[in-house]
């Protein structure tokens, strides 16, 4: 129990502390820190990270409602790493001795400077680097992962890059999920009707910024035939270099699509009421873009 090693003449004391609630088992100690902003308001979207001295992971979780984090772990040294959407990583070493707190007290993080935006002009994405996957829920318990291995897109960044515009086009029967007799289902008339419907096409005039690195862009998915409107929440992640040094930049996005939607609406139940396939599929799209000449 925190508080025996301040000794028996803060017997008083340890009852109201907030450590004295902690139960610690033999060899242990407790890990704290608070993450604040520049201006010494508290950061509750914090992530922190703990580690052992090897970079493996021992613990992770969120602020409390004041930007705290507490943890008990084994004695020893051990490496946190705070980190929080539109700010700087922080990272520290720290020793933990049994039986006791080691607090890195309050922690400041800086506001992270956004990624320079891509130049005006068409870009094209970069299949070889970028990928289109989607996940669905099977019989209700695992999840079944795919991607369309097959795809084209050009966005053209315009200044300012909320009135740019992208365009993609993905080969329907390019689906694959790593089995070839349920991507044969998949290709069918039950689901994406490849034969009538060889592609879908993604088109998006609408780029909204939402602060820091994140973006939403919505547009028209169509797909089976129907087109409906969609949201891609993305992080913009920046500017780099290839090996021939081409200036690409790149990005990370997700969305939810629900099947009936689409009228992509084949289902089957198990006899205890589950459906073999879930009823929405969560897209993941990593796009890298190259700058035409």
């Known amino acids: 129990m925190i508080g025996r090693w301040l000794g028996s003449r803060t017997h008083r004391v340890q009852r109201t502390s907030p450590l004295a ?120 318990l695992a999840r079944i992962h795919g991607q369309f291995k097959s795809f084209a897109g050009v966005i053209r960044i315009t200044d300012p890059l909320e009135q740019s515009a992208m365009h993609v086009v993905i080969d329907a029967a390019s689906i694959d999920t790593n089995m070839r007799m349920r991507d044969d289902h998949l290709r069918s008339a039950d689901f994406l009707d490849v034969a009538k419907f060889p592609t879908l096409e993604f088109y998006s005039d609408r780029f909204v910024h939402k602060g820091g690195n994140r973006w939403a862009v919505t547009g ?30 790149a990005c990370r996005a997700t969305t939810e699509l629900h099947r009936d939607d689409f009228t992509v609406s084949w289902q089957t139940m198990l006899a205890r009421g589950i459906a073999v396939v879930g009823p929405s599929i969560r897209v993941d799209l990593d796009v890298q873009v190259v700058r035409k000449a």
């Open 220 to 249: 028209a998915l169509s797909l089976h035939g129907v087109t409906r409107t969609v949201t891609l929440d993305t992080e913009y992640l920046g500017l780099g270099n290839g090996m021939e040094g081409e200036v690409r930049a």
């Open 21 to 140: 609630a902690v139960l610690m088992p033999p060899s242990a100690g407790v890990l704290a820190c608070r993450a604040l902003d520049p201006v010494n308001e508290p950061v509750r979207h914090a992530e922190f990270a703990v580690t052992d001295t090897m970079g493996r992971p021992v613990v992770s979780g969120g602020a409390d409602p004041f930007g705290s984090f507490m943890t008990t772990v084994p004695a020893g040294e051990y490496r946190l790493a705070v980190s929080a959407e539109g700010y700087t990583p922080y990272r520290a070493t720290t020793q933990v001795a049994e039986n006791s707190l080691a607090s890195l007290g309050d922690v400041t993080l800086q506001v992270a400077r956004p990624p320079e935006l891509p130049r005006p002009g068409d870009w094209e994405i970069e299949s070889a680097h970028s990928s289109i996957g989607f996940t669905a829920r099977h019989i209700g």
